[in-house]
């Protein structure tokens, strides 16, 4: 096999060692360095062992600082890299088990040679069982690469996560609830709407003529999809007042979580403009990819999704159907339940909107 190898200063005694194993069991090793024992910084060399498991010039990876754990944060960043810090057999079997991981991080300081040495021959040799590991694997790598390249947006921001904390507690009233949404729904629109472009504009202010800038290009239109999405829209108004405000109305079929259409009424020139898609929740993303589609009949090019909560299924399915939108999310959550909810979600978010619970 086709194996990467790269250390730190923490890791370079124990990886020559390990690429003599290595190339004495018949592996094919690309040793990335270091060649000598001055410090260096981690992250140049997990760097260069990720791009080679990344772009298929090497099969697996393996990496060697102080504790594992540096290395395995940077390999973390590049597309199609699973990294796993690992100080034990049986982490090494079910990292590649379970989760298919294919870049070892190891500690040169608190793991002997020996220990090592097996941890590397486990990684190499024991494969991926597949089955339902194989569908988290794929929404982990789909949720990674789609914020690797930039078509999922989620916000970090402090105010955006106390917020949603409170819109999240049962507890909270309609009210409040509803004040939330709105809220939430500005910060997300203002993230949504950062790359709009500028044209300069003479400005005279009490005190002299300058240039100054406003938003050009395209016009916009908000469509809410019904009825929860409608809880957005006045807090995108706020944002962009001269929006126009198409409707998509859709409900989930209760049965098959498949999303059924029963209204749509789009501004005439909506192929003329940017199209805000909201909706508080994106689950299976049924109800998204079918407004999106519908907008891309009506002949819209740029079209983005804005929810407060996405789940990792909902954003597979619509950008894995639609090459060219874009979502932005305030919180990405763990998963769907067997009823298509998402956990921890916030519950049905229309019903919490409208009170009718
Ligand atoms: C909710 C939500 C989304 C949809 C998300 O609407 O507002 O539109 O479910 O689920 P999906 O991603 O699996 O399609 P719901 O069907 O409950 O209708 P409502 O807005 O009228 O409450
Ligand atoms: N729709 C909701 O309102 N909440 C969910 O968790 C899923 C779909």
Redesign the pocket.
């Known amino acids: 096999m086709k194996v990467a190898i790269a250390a730190d200063h923490g890791g370079y005694e124990q990886k020559a060692h390990l690429v003599e194993r290595l190339a004495g069991a018949g592996h094919e090793v690309m040793d990335f360095g270091p060649m000598g024992a001055d410090a260096v910084d981690y992250p140049d060399y997990a760097l260069k062992v990720a791009r080679a498991v990344s772009s298929g010039e090497a099969a697996r990876g393996i990496l060697i600082c102080g504790t594992g754990l540096g290395m395995a944060m940077a390999a973390d960043k590049f597309p199609g890299v699973r990294a796993a810090a690992v100080q034990t057999p049986e982490f090494a079997t079910l990292c590649r088990q379970h989760n298919d991981a294919n870049v070892l991080c190891l500690s040169g300081r608190f793991v002997e040679p020996t220990v090592n040495e097996e941890l590397c021959r486990i990684f190499l040799e024991t494969p991926f069982e597949g089955g339902r590991h194989a569908k988290r694997v794929a929404k982990m790598m789909a949720c990674g690469q789609a914020m690797a390249m930039d078509r999922l947006m989620v916000m970090d921001h402090p105010l955006v996560a106390h917020k949603l904390s409170i819109l999240r507690d049962e507890a909270t009233p309609t009210k409040l609830f509803r004040e939330l949404v709105q809220e939430l729904a500005l910060f997300v629109g203002y993230e949504a709407t950062r790359d709009f472009p500028l044209e300069d504009v003479e400005v005279t202010t009490p005190l002299e003529t300058f240039t100054a800038k406003r938003v050009a290009g395209k016009k916009v239109a908000i469509v809410p ?5 409608l809880g957005m829209v006045d807090g995108l108004l706020a944002l962009v007042p001269s929006a126009k405000v198409g409707h998509i109305g ?3 079929d209760h049965e098959t ?1 498949e ?1 059924r259409e029963y209204y749509a009424k789009l501004p005439a020139d909506v192929d003329q403009r940017t199209c805000l898609v909201v ?10 990819s079918m407004a999106i589609g519908y907008l891309r009949k009506a002949g819209v090019d740029d079209v983005r999704l804005l929810c407060l909560v996405a ?1 990792p299924e ?1 954003v597979e399915r619509v950008l894995s159907e639609d090459p060219d939108v874009r979502i932005y999310a305030c919180a990405l959550d763990r998963e769907l339940n067997d009823d ?1 909810y998402i956990l921890p979600g916030l519950g ?4 919490r909107i409208f009170g009718t619970l």
């Not at 999809?225 to 999405?229: F, T, V, Y």
């Not at 049905?348 to 019903?351: M, S, W």
Request: hydrophobic residues 40%.
């Open positions: 999809i019904l009825r929860a999405g859709m409900y989930r979580h999303p909706d508080p929740m994106l689950a299976t993303g049924g109800s998204a789940a909902g298509a049905d978010a229309g019903d």
